[in-house]
């Protein structure tokens, strides 16, 4: 299946399914279909190459691959809804946390494979992390390897049981919030230190660019890395004791562990 897909369409084009639909449409050659309820959000997708569809039952039909880009109450009932134009060789992802490969599969009512896919929003600059549920059954090996490819050509891709898919959602999914927080305490320090707020954003942009990169690269673990920065009686140290007094790395755990908590009450 993987050399005959053609057609990519997304159902719900908003923040998430608007990322990888965008993705998708700078990074492969593929005909790539939108349709979303509120069709102003359809604007910078269609500037990108992305063909406008007027409902779902359209999308679905011209589309080997149908993304569900809708929020996780949706998806059921507009699965049940697209009943009439799925057929055995489509395949259906959905990106919604909380929506079980039980759930779709009987929404589908296994007339085609289905793929759970938990995303994260950096898929919009080819950087995602995607999450990937192949345990569908009826899934062959060449669709699991399309899906790899696919989701891959936006980023990296992971492969995982279901059963770790809260802790994924809280740990990545929600991931680029707690970096965006942190990046944002870092800019104020800068700007109460006496940057102007552009200036302070683009050090802090840089300092988390080459931090990644330096990661990537090494060979030594975080703490290694960390401690390679703290000379003796240095100003590093001074603001790394102020952190470790204060617990931060303890309260950044907690509040992944109660993303995971809340995650978990929404799926039960």
């Known amino acids: 299946m993987a050399d005959i897909v053609r057609s990519i369409g997304c159902i719900g084009c908003g923040n998430m399914g608007g990322a990888i639909m965008a993705g998708l449409a700078e990074r492969t050659s593929y005909t790539l279909y939108g349709h979303n309820r509120t069709r102003e ?23 080997d691959v149908i993304i569900m880009g809708l929020k996780p109450y949706l998806v059921e009932d507009a699965l049940r809804r697209i009943l009439p134009q799925l057929t055995r060789d489509k395949l259906v992802i959905s990106i919604a946390a909380g929506v079980t490969l039980g759930a779709l599969r009987d929404a589908v009512e296994g007339i085609c494979p289905v793929v759970r ?67 944002n305490a870092v800019v104020q320090a800068g700007v109460t230190l006496g940057f102007p707020r552009a200036e302070a954003l683009r050090m802090v942009i840089g300092l988390f660019e080459g931090s990644v990169r330096m990661a990537a690269a090494s060979e030594h673990s975080l703490t290694e890395l960390r401690d390679q920065v703290c000379s003796p009686a240095g ?34």
Do not use: W
Request: aromatic fraction near 6%.
């Open 117 to 183: 896919v938990m995303p994260n929003t950096p898929a919009l600059v080819g950087a995602g992390m995607f999450g990937l549920c192949l345990e569908d059954p009826n899934l062959s090996d060449a669709q699991k390897t399309l899906v790899h490819e696919l989701f891959g050509a936006i980023g990296t891709t992971l492969e995982l049981a279901e059963k770790s898919f809260t802790a994924f959602s809280a740990l990545v999914g929600a991931g680029p919030a707690y970096v965006f927080q942190f990046m």
């Open 235 to 268: 100003v590093t140290i001074e603001a790394i004791n102020h952190m470790d007094r204060t617990a931060l790395q303890g309260h950044i755990i907690d509040a992944i562990l109660a993303a995971d908590k809340k995650g978990r009450e929404l799926e039960g």
């Open 41 to 63: 959000r359809l604007r910078p997708l269609v500037a990108k190459g992305v063909k406008a569809m007027a409902d779902a039952a359209s999308l679905v039909r011209g589309s």
